[in-house]
């Protein structure tokens, strides 16, 4: 399984970016699949998950109401749409996809997602 993340970029307060995570190995099995990010200086924390199908959305308190994810299962795609972007929302974003059919965790553990695309940085400034 390999992912492949694109959208990122810089972006002022208040503005938005559409975030994409490709996933290419899954064929058409269900995949939980996961954003996460990674900030200067702190721990990567979970932003929010999907089932690749689409259904079992959840999303960390410091995110509901602003930012979005949705899933392609055609595609094994998954968007996040970030919006009213703050500038504590910069960081480094993470693609994240566990193992075909397992279900998704109760809680963004980094360790129940076994693959990991590169990272895309988003700056707000």
């Known amino acids: 399984v390999q992912l492949v993340e694109s959208g990122g970029g810089l972006v002022q307060p208040g503005g938005s970016l559409r975030l994409t995570c490709a996933a290419s190995g899954y064929g058409r099995s269900r995949a939980c699949m996961a954003w996460f990010r990674q900030a200067p200086g702190k721990e990567r924390e979970g932003v929010a998950r999907?089932?690749?199908?689409?259904?079992?959305?959840m999303y960390a308190d410091s995110v509901k109401g602003r930012f979005n994810i949705s899933a392609d299962g055609d595609r094994s795609t998954v968007y996040l749409q970030l919006s009213d972007l703050k500038p504590e929302d910069t960081a480094m974003y993470y693609c994240a996809a566990a193992q075909p059919w397992i279900m998704c965790p109760s809680k963004f553990n980094m360790r129940d997602f076994g693959y990991w695309g590169q990272g895309t940085q988003v700056t707000v400034s």
């Open positions: 999907i089932y690749t199908t689409g259904g079992s959305i």
